[in-house]
């Protein structure tokens, strides 16, 4: 049996979409065959909960999936981050378009490339919108941090923010097909 690739999503601040990402990438992977693990160590357990309503209890143990997902609490003093980041294969580093979530996503990403120098660690960015301010300046703020980003943003749409109790049902042609893309980049990465 071959080890799960461990996919940790962290963010220094709440409210820029860990859970939600962690969600999606979660579905995604279950579309195309894959048996999925979402570690919760958020405090407010929303994962865990979305993921009672769209499965019941997970199947699958920690050990026995072929992707682990690493939800982490908000705050990179927390043992939880630490612990994920270290057993990260991938590490990605959830941030809005507004700049000073931009530059904390960096502090995430520099936390685990501390903490583990073998994870591959990209800034994702979620709630992307192209028509705003924030959206179409997005390429000059990236280009202040210190990792990539993964080329796939996720866009703000309101399907996402019914996913977490509803999964894959409730999302559009473009949010799947966009959270389709998000997932074979991320996992070109491995």
């Known amino acids: 049996m071959n080890a799960p690739l461990n996919i ?11 859970t939600t990402v962690s969600l999606m990438l979660h579905e995604a992977f279950r579309q195309a065959g894959k048996t999925v693990y979402v570690q919760d160590w958020d ?5 865990s909960k979305a993921l009672a309503l769209l499965i019941g209890e997970q199947k699958v143990s920690r050990q026995e999936a072929d992707i682990v997902i690493w939800d ?49 660690v990209r800034i994702v960015v979620n709630k992307f919108d192209k028509r705003t301010i924030l959206g ?22 309101e399907c996402y923010k019914h996913s977490g109790p509803h999964g894959w049902k409730v999302l559009d042609s473009a949010a ?15």
């Open 43 to 47: 405090p407010q357990g929303t994962s």
């Open 136 to 157: 179409r300046l997005i390429a000059d703020s990236l280009k202040l941090v210190s990792v990539p980003s993964l080329p796939i943003m996720i866009s703000e749409r």
């Open 176 to 190: 799947r097909e966009e959270v389709l893309q998000f997932a074979v980049a991320l996992l070109s990465l491995a």
């Open 72 to 120: 982490t609490p908000p705050s990179l003093d927390d043992t939880a981050t630490a612990t994920a980041a270290r057993s990260a294969d991938i590490a990605l580093a959830v941030t809005t378009p507004a700049p000073f979530d931009i530059w904390e996503a960096d502090e995430a990403a520099q936390f685990v490339q501390s903490k583990n120098s073998k994870a591959i």
């Open 8 to 18: 940790t999503v962290l963010a220094k601040k709440g409210g820029v979409g860990k």
